[in-house]
């Protein structure tokens, strides 16, 4: 006999069906499924000796950026290499039956190549580069190895000549002001039954950790999709204890009958 999935608990369903707007809040454990590894697990590797909450920030790049270049060099090709999961997927398909909304810590890409659009990346992304030095934009070549090494040069501003760095968010810098800004209106839009999910995230890294209680206060139902226990736990009406790839696609599937 097959035990009917709890993810299909029918109030979670009976949620979003009713729902005239799905927010979708989005961490880590979104994309842990199509191999990239969440930000609190583990490192592996060259990297396993380091914590990437020393890795990612504006000392680590001061102190070594030919290190911490080659770390995301590394990730850029992981992150090509992977392809988005079940769970992205069934969050592409859910925009096609309800409004639904996405903002992610995400610095990936792998939301959009599921076919979502999406609003904000909260925490920058592994594609978008600038210099260091002045802020200008970089388009130009960036080298990722076939083998991750352990340093490897940015390449150089073309206004200024400085280094390039990566175009995320470290800790103790500011979001991007007008992604962060669109996601708190859009929340704060919510109305009285409509609904925020709240993905794969732990919950530790504010301001984005802050966002499910604004979803709360604007009289959202708040669902939490994780398969474990996380700081805003609490906050949330209810809960789906499975990863995404498990737990979204049967929730969208009873969304279309
Ligand atoms: C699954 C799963 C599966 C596994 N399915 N789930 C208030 C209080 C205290 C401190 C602060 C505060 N306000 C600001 C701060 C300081 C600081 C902060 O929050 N520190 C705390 C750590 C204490 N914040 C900042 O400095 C931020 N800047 C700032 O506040 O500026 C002022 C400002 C405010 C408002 C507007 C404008 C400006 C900047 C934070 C930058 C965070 N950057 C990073 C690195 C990005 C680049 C990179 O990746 O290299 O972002 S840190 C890292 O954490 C990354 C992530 O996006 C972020 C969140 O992690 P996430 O997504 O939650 O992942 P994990 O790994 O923690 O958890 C994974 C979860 O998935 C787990 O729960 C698993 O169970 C689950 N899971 N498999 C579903 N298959
Ligand atoms: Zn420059």
Request: proline residues 9%.
């Amino acid at each position: 006999m097959t035990a009917t999935p709890h993810v299909l608990d029918p109030q979670i369903v009976e949620a979003v069906r009713a729902a005239q707007q799905v927010m979708v809040l989005s961490g880590a454990g979104m994309s842990a499924e199509s191999g990239v590894p969440t930000f609190r697990d583990a490192q592996t590797g060259l990297w396993e000796d380091f914590d990437p909450e020393d890795l990612a920030t504006p000392g680590a790049w001061q102190h070594d950026p030919e290190f911490v270049w080659a770390w995301y060099a590394w990730r850029i090709g992981l992150v090509r290499g992977v392809e988005p999961n079940l769970g992205h997927r069934a969050l592409a398909e859910l925009a096609q039956l309800r409004p639904t909304t996405i903002a992610t810590q995400n610095i990936d890409d792998l939301h959009e190549r599921a076919g979502s659009e999406v609003l904000a990346h909260l925490h920058g992304s592994l594609f978008r580069f600038r210099c260091a030095e002045c802020g200008a934009p970089y388009d130009g070549a960036v080298e990722v190895p076939d083998k991750p090494v352990e340093r490897l040069a940015p390449p150089r501003c073309e206004t200024c000549g400085e280094r390039v760095r990566p175009g995320v968010v470290w800790f103790g810098e500011d979001l991007p002001l007008a992604e962060f800004e669109a996601t708190v209106t859009a929340i704060e839009n919510l109305s009285p039954g409509d609904v925020a999910l709240v993905i794969g995230t732990s919950g530790v890294v504010f301001p984005a950790a802050g966002l499910p209680a604004i979803a709360l206060a604007a009289g959202a139902t708040v669902i939490e999709i994780n398969p474990q226990e996380t700081e805003i736990s609490d906050m949330a009406h209810l809960h789906v204890r499975a990863p995404v790839a498990v737990a979204l696609p049967p929730l969208v599937a009873a969304l279309r009958d």
